[in-house]
């Protein structure tokens, strides 16, 4: 067996990297086999497999019909319907091509792009794979949020067709999407030419003649449709995923088709040791990034059955996952700590009462693994705990432990060591010099090329792409993590938080920007400033401190709440429940610096009852103490 260190280097060295991916690279079927396979000429854009020719649907779905066409594909169990159904491969394939043919119906093509904007049904998955099938570029926004959220993702991908439904369910209680996608599609200056609507029977829907269309109307047509996969380059982009930034507008993370096919396929045995016919099930959500690779495309195209979950992990009870675990025998679960956190406030017999023998290890990404969470939940399951860090932008992990190349030990508070493909750094953030001794704080950076599967640039925007990212180090082209980063004399990572602005509540990443703009539109708030603060249950929460105009408003504290009432369902209605701040706290002035720089740094320290660190160039140290006072009250 080659050691993970061998297997490391050669995947990043550029005398050997070629050789590394070309054997990476068969894990998928091709329709042109690539000979080139990693164009770096133009840095810091990366063409992986640049001359191949595959679908990623293909992958996914008909190249199993040969050996596993009746095997399990998709579980599709809600909690919330009380509905399970299981769709073998065969079933599959048929579903994605009706979906296909209905897309065509409207015009889709190659490049087009496709909104999905639905809760987790079956649907979701059948239009993600006939967007893929087609070789149009699917944009998911994920369910939780609502229609200023959506209107600008509208906007910047310009679907031709928008896939949604009439609502989603959470705890037993429906949630329309329909009069938000109307909301948002009344606020955006794009319009699509179609509307496609999954009709659950949860809540009314108007639909717009001409323009909105019924699935199940529409599938009665298109019953014995044939759609062959359309082959798309290599470096033809797969989909595009939004994610928070320092500034208000979310990036388009766009991807291609041939990396993200083989990095994720190669990552299954790799990184996950699975085999064919085995079932995965990852609590995501297909709005994410972790729903995208590991519960949808990761899982289809090793040919394993993959698991789609609808509903929160305690209702009925806090046994309901590992019920399925039992009922089908699933060998690879992966969730975020977060979820396990809302479990341990459960008594673990829930756990025990079921058969877990199939169960090989538990996967948590998202967010840092604190000790006790880890502890609880690998005494409950007595299986290995396996941590894994990674974002939006890569599409699958770059630390964690590669035991499907070389069994390895985990270390507490650690995901693991730099994942094959990836060079990481530890840079000095002032100076970009690269801090090679163990135990250096630094910020953590990947050496391009990135490695097949991350993100090739922001859509539309490839200037952004490189700004961002890639220019943040001073005097290097490197990709920047935005995390702090040490690492250990073995060579294992520790991730202690992130550089900019974004926080991460529940192992969702928000951005401040966008939630103080959300509530900037009060006409009654003058000034905003949200920080994350720590939490135990979600990791992070959102906290706001904001300046009303005329301080009557919030004059006593039964006005206070008033407000804060008022902000919260403001962020609700623009941007969702998961960017709801936790507190709104009314001040008189926030805390800046001299040249007028918010110091979000020392609000959030006050907030965490920590020391706020050098305060000497602030403006007016009273604004602090406010604060303090305040949350001490
Ligand atoms: P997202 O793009 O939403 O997946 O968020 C990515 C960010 O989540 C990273 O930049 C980290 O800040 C954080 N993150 C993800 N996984 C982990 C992990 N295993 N440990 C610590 N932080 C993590």
Known sequence: MVSFAEFH???????TRDAFWTEQARWVDWAQAPQQICDYSNPPFARWFADGRLNLCHNAVDRHLADRAEQAALIAVSTETETEKTYSYRELHTEVQRMAAVLQSF???????????????????????????????????????????????????????????????????VVPYKPLLDEALGLSAHKP?????????????????????????LRARYMDAQVPCTWVQSTDPSYILYTSGTTGKPKGVQRDTGGYTVALAASMPHIFGTQPGQTFFCTSDIGWVVGHSYIVYGPLIAGMATILYEGLPIRPDAGVWWSLVEKYRVTHMFSAPTAVRVLKKHDAAFLRQYDLSSLQALWLAGEPLDEPTAQWISEALQVPIIDNYWQTETGWPILTLCNGVQPQVSRFGSPGK?????????????????????????????????????????????????????????GKLVYS?????????????????????????????????????????????????????????????????????????????????????????????????????????????????????LLRRALQAVAERRDPGDLTTMEDPTALAQVKQLLDA
């Open 9 to 15: 280097q050669r995947s990043i060295d550029p005398a």
């Open 107 to 173: 015009g889709v093509e190659k490049g087009d792009r496709v909104q999905i904007y639905m809760p987790m049904v079956a649907e979701a998955v059948f239009a993600m794979l006939a967007c893929a099938r087609l070789g149009a570029i699917h944009s998911v926004v994920f369910g939780g949020f609502a229609a200023v959220s959506l209107a600008s993702r509208i906007e910047d991908a310009q679907p031709k067709v928008i896939v949604s439904a009439d609502a989603g369910s959470r705890g037993g209680r």
């Open 193 to 217: 030419q179609a509307v496609l609507l999954v009709n659950r029977g949860l809540a009314k829907m108007d639909l717009r003649a001409g323009r909105d269309h019924l699935w199940g109307d």
């Open 481 to 597: 993590t935005f995390d702090w980063g040490i690492r250990d004399a073995d060579g294992y990572y520790f991730i202690l938080g992130r550089t900019d602005d974004v926080i991460n509540v529940a192992g969702h990443r928000l951005g401040t920007r966008e939630i103080e703009e959300s509530i900037a539109a009060h006409p009654d708030i003058a000034e905003v400033a949200v920080v994350g603060v720590a939490d135990n249950l979600k990791g992070q929460v959102a906290m706001a401190f904001a300046v009303v105009r005329d301080a009557g408003k919030v004059a006593d504290a039964a006005a206070q709440a008033r407000m804060e009432a008022e902000v919260m369902k403001l962020v609700d209605s623009q941007l969702g429940a998961v960017a709801r701040p936790s507190r709104v706290v009314f001040v008189s002035a926030l805390p800046k610096t001299r040249s007028g720089k």
């Open 418 to 474: 730099a994942v094959y493909g990836y060079n990481v750094q530890l840079l000095d953030d002032k100076t970009g010099e690269e801090l090679t001794e163990p135990d250096h704080k630094g910020v953590l950076a990947i050496e391009g090329p990135l490695p097949p599967g991350c993100m090739q640039t922001v859509w539309g925007d490839d200037a952004r792409f490189v700004k961002t990212y890639w220019q943040s180090i001073p």
